[in-house]
């Protein structure tokens, strides 16, 4: 299920609240909190740090093979600016969102190079 958003802060909760609909719809409603703490970090990086597909952003989401959880893909047209997990001290106001998403997914998640953009995806297991 692809679903386009604006680039704009409110289409994190949209995507949120998308993606616990169709958790619900699949039967897999036990991953909504956690997939949602993903797939909000996952938008808000988006949202703030890339440029968007024409101003917009893309999320997919598809059950696993096997109904083993679901993979979030959040896509944007910046190929250049790839998300990664940054150091952290005491004193950071930000950067905690990637520690969230790999600690959440257990470390299942990465980038995808396209030469209009990348897809950020994140998988959660159940």
């Known amino acids: 299920m692809t679903h386009r958003w604006a680039q704009v802060p409110a ?3 949209l995507a949120r609240r998308e993606l616990r609909v169709v958790l619900a719809l699949w039967g897999r409603g036990d ?3 956690e997939a949602g703490v993903v797939v909000s ?3 808000t ?3 703030q740090h890339a440029r968007g597909l024409d101003g ?3 999320t997919t989401y598809r059950l696993l093979p096997g109904d ?5 893909e959040v896509r944007d047209g910046d190929p250049s600016r790839r998300p990664r997990v940054r150091p952290m001290t005491a ?3 930000g950067g905690r ?4 998403v790999d600690e959440l997914t257990c470390h299942r998640w990465g980038v995808e190079a396209a030469a209009d953009g990348k897809t950020v995806w994140a998988e959660m297991r159940g």
């Open 45 to 47: 990086n988006a949202v």
């Open 11 to 13: 289409s994190v909760g």
């Open 56 to 58: 917009a952003i893309e």
């Open 31 to 33: 991953l909504a909190d």
């Open 97 to 100: 969102g990637l520690h969230l």
């Open 41 to 43: 970090e996952l938008m």
């Open 68 to 72: 083993r959880g679901v993979r979030m």
């Open 91 to 93: 004193e950071d106001f």
